[in-house]
């Protein structure tokens, strides 16, 4: 992360800003952004307290970077899941049995929509409607 371009690109905001403010509304403008991050940070660290308070000593445990859901790569997970391996079954010591092929199934005709026309409207149930 270039933390050198995200600085300017605040400093350009912030210059902005001011011109948009104006120079005599700007320090009320400060103090309200400044009011609002401490309150964001006071919920955060009342946050984090409840946590510890609710699941207990075993919130130390967790490893969170675990638990992050950008380390995830769908295409990682599904190339790994078809090259995995399948385990082969392990070989019988009954003899195996030759089988007769069985007949083919008889062929079924594809479904076909019908087709409605004022003549022949589609069903109407007056109780579903």
């Known amino acids: ?3 050198g371009l995200t ?3 605040l400093l350009l905001i912030g210059v902005v800003a001011a011109f948009i403010i104006g120079p005599e509304r700007l320090p009320k403008a400060a103090e309200t952004f400044a009011k609002f991050v401490r309150r964001g ?3 955060l660290r009342d946050t984090k307290s409840r946590m510890r308070e609710e699941i207990g000593p075993e919130i130390d445990d967790v490893d969170w970077r ?3 859901p950008r380390q995830y790569d769908p295409r990682r997970i599904i190339r790994d899941a ?3 391996d399948t385990p082969s079954a392990p070989a019988s010591t009954a003899p195996a049995v030759i089988r007769e092929p ?3 199934a008889p062929r079924r005709a594809p479904l076909m929509r ?3 026309t004022r003549e022949t409207p589609p069903p109407f149930d007056m109780e579903a409607t």
């Open 1 to 3: 992360m270039d933390f």
């Open 41 to 43: 940070g006071e919920y």
């Open 66 to 68: 675990k638990l992050d």
């Open 7 to 9: 600085f300017e690109k």
């Open 114 to 116: 019908p087709v409605f």
């Open 82 to 84: 078809l090259l995995e």
């Open 102 to 104: 069985q007949p083919a």
